[in-house]
């Protein structure tokens, strides 16, 4: 992919004082971004607990005797 960056010549200049090219750069601060973003990833595991959680409500709920049928009907009332 080839991408055309507009960089201000105030910070090229800073860039160049330190040292750095602007490719690598722009090639740090995406690793940077990246690693970042894949830290915020959720585990397998914190997935599973979830699942696991949420099954375990379900099973507690309960529309007695009523339908979805019913309840659609109802809502249609109003």
Do not use: C, W
């Amino acid at each position: 992919m080839q991408v055309t960056l507009n960089i201000p010549d105030g910070l090229a200049a800073r860039l160049e004082a330190r040292g750095l090219t602007i490719p690598s750069f722009v090639e740090e601060m995406l690793e940077k971004e990246a690693a970042e973003n894949l830290s915020q990833l959720p585990t397998k595991d914190a997935v599973s607990a979830a699942i696991d959680r949420i099954v375990k409500r379900r099973e507690h709920l309960s529309l007695d005797s009523l339908k979805i049928r019913d309840l659609i009907d109802e809502g249609r009332r109003y």
